[in-house]
């Protein structure tokens, strides 16, 4: 797979930026909540992830290889696949929670798989 990895980078960050804007649309109750699981689930916390999206970001370009940034962040295909599943198993955790909210659940789904597959991609190109 020959793709830019600034592009897929890009995407990592989108992808945890649209996480905290749903996380803030919550209830405030809720929403300590759901950042402790997405914290416990992923390995730490969505500021943290967005840190390592914005690193990663300043550290990448058109030619970089995976070879490099897997020597830098020994860890982040691992981390990428706890963030994956996170999103992969999110729709099953929102049911739970919303009840008979079918369109909220459906855009749920809908962003789950989106968010999940721009990870997944990520972590494909690093090997």
Known sequence: MNQDPVTLVAAL????????????????????????GF???????????????SALLSEVKPDTEPAR??????????????LAENYRTAPERASKGMGALAGTLQRVQENSRRREEAVRILISWLG
Do not use: C, Y
């Not at 803030?24 to 809720?30: A, E, L, N, Q």
């Not at 992923?42 to 999206?53: C, M, P, V």
């Not at 962040?73 to 696949?81: C, I, K, M, T, Y």
């Open 39 to 53: 914290a416990k689930r992923t390995g730490q916390s969505l500021e943290d992830w967005q840190r390592l999206a």
């Open 69 to 82: 940034i897997r020597e830098r962040h020994p860890r982040l295909p691992e981390q990428l696949a706890q």
């Open 13 to 36: 960050r989108n992808v945890l930026e649209d996480t905290g804007r749903d996380f803030s649309s919550m209830p405030f109750f809720v929403r300590p909540m759901v950042r402790g």
